[in-house]
């Protein structure tokens, strides 16, 4: 009679077995995640342009806001393509700054003797990946300029541009020598200088909408 023995399984089937199916569960994981698309823009519900002017001897700042702008853009697959599509329309008669006599002064003395009742439009002309700049055209009337921006993401999608500008240099210096004789009395510092400055900031934050499929 022939000597049965019980058949042994080989260990080393079993684990290439369980290996393969990792392994290819992996590759699917991978493949889904590669597959995913994403497209970006911002938000204009949660838009807002803000601006700062200074007064006084030693710059105190006054800030204010525009309640009217208007966003033209186009969600793209990254930031870089979604910067280069970006417009805007603001209404300058929109201007809050919490007092309406400084309201009153800037509206006449800048607004209404550039462009009346026209609104400022801007582009962005061109985008520097690298330095996070946008240069941003705008056309106001008869006055055309250009300002950089700097962009820069809090929170992973707190969307931030702020700029450096300078009325002079933005062909608005007779709309300036009219705001400092109008807001005379308001811009007299305690050394009884009277001093409107030229130079503003600008500055424009929102949430970056992402949407994945």
């Not at 201007?95 to 309406?100: A, D, M, R, T």
Request: proline share 3%; charged share 25%; net charge positive.
């Amino acid at each position: 009679m022939k000597n049965l023995q019980p058949k042994v399984l080989s260990k080393t089937k079993p684990l290439f077995i369980i290996f393969a199916y990792l392994l290819s569960m992996t590759l699917v994981t991978t493949h889904k995640a590669e597959a995913k698309t994403c497209k970006y823009k911002a938000s204009q519900k949660s838009a807002k342009v803000t601006w700062t002017g200074y007064k006084f001897t030693n710059q105190t700042p006054v800030s204010g806001s525009f309640k009217s702008v208007k966003w033209n853009q186009t969600a793209a697959t990254d930031l870089n393509k979604w910067i280069r599509t970006v417009s805007f329309e603001i209404d300058p008669l929109s201007i809050k700054s919490g007092l309406k006599v400084r309201e009153a002064n800037i509206i006449k003395a800048l607004f209404l003797a550039y462009g009346k009742t026209a609104k400022i439009t801007g582009k962005v002309q061109s985008w520097d990946p690298v330095k996070k700049v946008a240069f941003v055209e705008f056309d106001y009337g008869k006055t055309n300029f250009l300002l950089a921006f700097n962009l820069r993401i809090e929170n992973k999608n707190i969307l931030i541009l702020e700029a450096g500008a300078n009325l002079d240099q933005m062909g608005w210096g007779e709309g300036l020598d009219r705001l400092t004789k109008i807001c005379k009395s308001h811009h007299t510092g305690p050394d009884g200088k009277s001093l409107t400055w030229p130079d503003i900031q600008l500055k424009v934050k929102t949430k970056l909408l992402k949407k994945c499929w």
